[in-house]
T-cell receptor, first 110, second 112 residues
Framework: EDQVTQSPEALRLQEGESSSLNCSYTVSGLRGLFWYRQDPGKGPEFLFTLYSAGEEKEKERLKATLTKKESFLHITAPKPEDSATYLCAVTTGANSKLTFGKGITLSVRP | EAQVTQNPRYLITVTGKKLTVTCSQNMNHEYMSWYRQDPGLGLRQIYYSMNVEVTDKGDVPEGYKVSRKEKRNFPLILESPSPNQTSLYFC???????????FGPGTRLTVL
């Protein structure tokens, strides 16, 4: 059974304080790992897709990396508007399901 | 505008009264999916569809039905809702399960 674990559950940062969010996975044959951002009461919004170990993608203050066991979402000099829940999801070649982690709630104080 | 729409957005119903939540996308996506989101449990996939007339179970399919008669529509059917199906439901679509998913705005369902 595919498993996705995100840590920490919640993270509080001061504006400008860089940090990383972790997504570890146990799957057979990873075909894609996704990061989404979700604001309260809204649907998740896509951030990144990573397909193979060693791959990195960047967007503004966010950078996602992937190894064979985990992915990190690095947030550089965060701003209060980066406050949200960040979700990680995986899909494999065994079937067409998507498995999400429970999410990490990020709060950035001004 | 490219979007996924869900209706209704909010629904309060009673145990056993059949209901349907509609989902429609205008992006010509082949892959569509339903999720429920509960506090402490995260987002869990209920059913997904890889194309018209092709559906399969996700991780929590019990108590739900789906159909995919047209490419753009993927309704979620609760034939006999129970209180444990009270949740926030999201529909999503994408070109395939390897691609980014576009999510609808959500349907908040309460079953009394």
């Amino acid at each position: 059974e595919d498993q996705v674990t995100q840590s920490p559950e919640a993270l509080r940062l001061q504006e400008g304080e860089s940090s990383s969010l972790n997504c570890s996975y146990t799957v057979s044959g990873l075909r894609g790992l996704f990061w989404y951002r979700q604001d309260p009461g809204k649907g998740p919004e896509f951030l990144f897709t990573l397909y193979s170990a060693g791959e990195e993608k960047e967007k503004e203050r966010l950078k996602a990396t992937l190894t064979k066991k985990e992915s990190f979402l690095h947030i550089t000099a965060p701003k209060p508007e980066d406050s949200a829940t960040y979700l990680c999801a995986v899909t494999t070649g065994a079937n067409s399901k998507l498995t999400f982690g429970k999410g990490i709630t990020l709060s950035v104080r001004p | 505008e490219a979007q996924v729409t869900q209706n209704p957005r909010y629904l309060i119903t009673v145990t056993g009264k059949k209901l349907t939540v509609t989902c429609s996308q205008n992006m010509n996506h082949e892959y569509m999916s339903w999720y429920r989101q509960d506090p402490g449990l995260g987002l869990r996939q209920i059913y997904y569809s890889m194309n018209v007339e092709v559906t399969d179970k996700g991780d929590v399919p019990e108590g739900y039905k789906v159909s995919r008669k047209e490419k753009r529509n993927f309704p979620l059917i609760l034939e006999s809702p129970s209180p444990n199906q009270t949740s926030l439901y999201f529909c999503a679509s994408s070109f395939s399960h390897y691609n980014e998913q576009f999510f609808g705005p959500g349907t908040r369902l309460t079953v009394l």
